[in-house]
């Protein structure tokens, strides 16, 4: 099977930085595209960003220019770099793993971490 660990979450400033990490352990061949999405209190969960086997990213407009995500595939971790967070960036922000050929979300969860951004 394949297990998701997010870490790096926590308070920061706005303006400041956060770099989010999710390991990914068991086997990872079955996932080619990773993404990150964040549900904040009262709302829905929403995709923030993916990366694709390919390299290729998306971002959501909000996030555009602000947040970064990669991969490191030699550590099997997918990154999310938060510069310049807004105090509506707070959100639980969950890695989600997407297999070939399927939709998103993909079918494999972390279990989320908290970002707080302060005024």
């Known amino acids: 099977q394949v297990q998701l660990v997010e870490s790096g979450g926590g308070l920061v400033q706005a303006g400041g930085s956060l770099r989010l990490s999710c390991v990914v352990f068991?086997?990872?061949?079955?996932?080619?595209?990773f993404g990150w999405y964040r549900q904040a209190p009262g709302k829905q969960r929403e995709l923030v960003a993916t990366?694709?086997?390919?390299?290729?990213?998306y971002y959501e407009d909000s996030v555009k220019g602000r947040f970064f995500i990669s991969r490191d595939t030699d550590k099997n971790t997918v990154y999310l770099q938060m510069d310049s967070p807004k105090p509506e960036d707070t959100a639980v922000y969950y890695c989600?793993?997407?297999?070939?050929?399927?939709?998103?979300?993909?079918?494999?969860w972390g279990q989320g971490t908290q970002v707080t951004v302060s005024s």
């Open positions: 068991g086997r990872t061949f079955s996932i080619n595209s």
């Open positions: 989600n793993g997407r297999p070939p050929s399927t939709i998103w979300p993909g079918r494999y």
């Open positions: 990366v694709s086997s390919g390299g290729i990213m």
